[in-house]
């Protein structure tokens, strides 16, 4: 069974950094599709950034240059270190797997396994 859990959400203040990480266990973290997600309320679920199992991302232009996915497959684990956070950034955050070959920023379809999610919270 696919399980992920996130880790590493909190408050900060604008301008601030923090590392989100996301653990992953039951498959083989290198074969599939990842992606960080995050929803804020009355909002809907948008994409923050995918990564292929090739190493190739998508990121959401509200993030560029200042989010960076990367992962350890020898640690089944993905992180996202989220630098320069603005208000806008509070949400919850999720991370989440897609075995097939959507592996699209745009849409959740195609992402089958998904954490429990864990808060940040950016004060200006």
């Known amino acids: 069974q696919v399980q992920l859990e996130e880790s590493g959400g909190g408050s900060v203040q604008a301008g601030g950094s923090l590392r989100l990480s996301c653990a992953a266990s039951g498959y083989i973290y290198s074969s599939y599709c990842m992606g960080w997600f995050r929803q804020a309320p009355g909002k809907k679920r948008e994409g923050v950034v995918v990564?292929?199992?090739?190493?190739?991302?998508n990121y959401a232009d509200s993030v560029k240059g200042r989010f960076t996915i990367s992962k350890d497959n020898a640690k089944n684990t993905l992180y996202l270190q989220m630098n320069s956070l603005k208000a806008e950034d509070t949400a919850m955050y999720y991370c989440?797997?897609?075995?097939?070959?959507?592996?699209?920023?745009?849409?959740?379809?195609?992402?089958?396994?998904w954490g429990q999610g864990t808060q940040v919270t950016v004060s200006s």
């Open positions: 990564i292929d199992r090739d190493g190739s991302t």
């Open positions: 989440a797997a897609d075995p097939g070959t959507w592996c699209s920023l745009f849409s959740l379809i195609g992402f089958e396994y």
